[in-house]
T-cell receptor, first 114, second 114 residues
Framework: DGGITQSPKYLFRKEGQNVTLSCEQNLNHDAMYWYRQDPGQGLRLIYYSQIVNDFQKGDIAEGYSVSREKKESFPLTVTSAQKNPTAFYLC?????????????FGSGTQLSVL | KQEVTQIPAALSVPEGENLVLNCSFTDSAIYNLQWFRQDPGKGLTSLLLIQSSQREQTSGRLNASLDKSSGRSTLYIAASQPGDSATYLCAVRRGVVRRGKLIFGQGTELSVKP
């Protein structure tokens, strides 16, 4: 089945620790995104990538880092500099060259602080 | 600055009722608008995408309309079912170029009672 896979589903971070969230897609999409969702709020863009080896900061990039070494993969690292990391993290992808541009989402990772 | 608002935040209706969810945006310069469904603890599923040149899109019991001049979109759900219970989010792609950022509303949590 084609789709986006996020892992793990639940993740716990100790103070001062960096953690990495995985996102893999087999849809052959060019563009990939990371969003953060807090209760009662809309999704906020952390980072996005429109092509391999290139990515741009979104609206709330501080305390996060990403890489795009392969088209299929767009991992997100939550660094110790992110002081309020508890949230639901969503990865998405879209076919950037298509005028349709529907966004496809993974099932999310819930990150909590110990 | 583009802002997207969804009112009400929560809605409860009896099964079988037709209902309308609202989405408003402050800047009419949008590329497209999408409606998503999100089940608890899950990712988002794209329901309908309306290009800025279109007035509406239909899929099964769902109909989405777009009025750019008034900054409004509505999602009409016919003959609601308990399985329609979920949070519905709208998102506008900002600007008139294909790679504008996606701005999300906070969502409307819908509960359909048997």
């Amino acid at each position: 089945d084609g789709g986006i896979t996020q892992s793990p589903k639940y993740l716990f971070r100790k103070e001062g620790q960096n953690v990495t969230l995985s996102c893999e897609q087999n849809l052959n999409h060019d563009a990939m995104y990371w969003y953060r969702q807090d209760p009662g709020q809309g999704l906020r863009l952390i980072y996005y990538s429109q092509i391999v080896n290139d990515f741009q900061k979104g609206d709330i990039a501080e305390g996060y880092s990403v890489s795009r070494e392969k088209k299929e993969s767009f991992p997100l690292t939550v660094t110790s500099a992110q002081k309020n990391p508890t949230a639901f993290y969503l990865c998405a992808s879209s076919q950037d060259r298509s005028t349709n541009e529907k966004l496809f989402f993974g099932s999310g990772t819930q990150l909590s602080v110990l | 600055k583009q802002e997207v608002t969804q009112i009400p935040a929560a809605l409860s209706v009896p099964e079988g009722e037709n209902l309308v969810l609202n989405c408003s945006f402050t800047d009419s310069a949008i590329y497209n608008l999408q409606w998503f469904r999100q089940d608890p603890g899950k990712g988002l599923t794209s329901l309908l995408l309306i290009q800025s040149s279109q007035r509406e899109q239909t899929s099964g019991r769902l109909n989405a309309s777009l009025d750019k001049s008034s900054g409004r979109s509505t999602l009409y759900i016919a003959a609601s079912q308990p399985g329609d219970s979920a949070t519905y989010l709208c998102a506008v792609r900002r600007g008139v170029v294909r790679r504008g950022k996606l701005i999300f509303g906070q969502g409307t949590e819908l509960s359909v009672k048997p």
